[in-house]
């Protein structure tokens, strides 16, 4: 019965190895990471403008001075705010709703203005600021 079950395990193992291989390989025609490297002035890309423009917001979890997600200021669409991506509740990540225009974080129901500042709870404190600019095609964040 020994055999069976490894025989069993065995002959899935192709089928395993195949679901966690990914089903699209990078096309030429995908853009490139830009480089996410502090510069001497201590801002770093995040994306580009364009990246920002299609999606709304850019969230990148791996940046170099915490969780980050950028969205083009509601108040000044040539503007960018940036804020910690983490919950201050229970950290979490919070989300970007471009419809009703809050950052939502969806393990407790925190709402967030653009700026950060809290609106509903139970989140007590705000979603920490990062400084952000814009220059020529690339989104730049500094940890404050």
């Not at 083009?72 to 108040?75: H, Q, T, Y």
């Given at each position: 019965m020994n055999w069976v079950g490894l025989g069993m395990l065995?002959?899935?193992?192709?089928?395993?190895?195949?679901a966690c291989?990914?089903?699209e390989t990078p096309s030429d025609t995908?853009?490139?990471?830009?480089?996410?490297s502090p510069r001497e002035d201590g801002f770093a890309a995040v994306?580009?403008?364009a990246e920002l423009d299609e999606a709304g917001v850019i969230s990148d979890k791996s940046f170099f001075a915490g969780a980050v997600a950028v969205i083009?200021?509601?108040?000044d669409e040539t503007a960018a705010i940036a804020v910690n991506s983490m919950c201050t509740h229970q950290g979490c990540s919070v989300?970007?709703?471009g419809e009703t225009k809050l950052f939502a974080c969806p393990c407790h129901g925190s709402k967030f203005n653009p700026d950060g500042s809290v609106?509903?709870?139970p989140a007590g404190e705000p979603l920490g600021r990062f400084d952000v600019k814009i220059e020529e095609d690339l989104v730049l964040v500094k940890a404050q």
């Open positions: 065995a002959s899935s193992l192709p089928v395993a190895l195949a291989q990914p089903s995908e853009t490139e990471k830009v480089d996410s994306g580009t403008v083009r200021d509601p108040a989300v970007w709703n609106t509903e709870g």
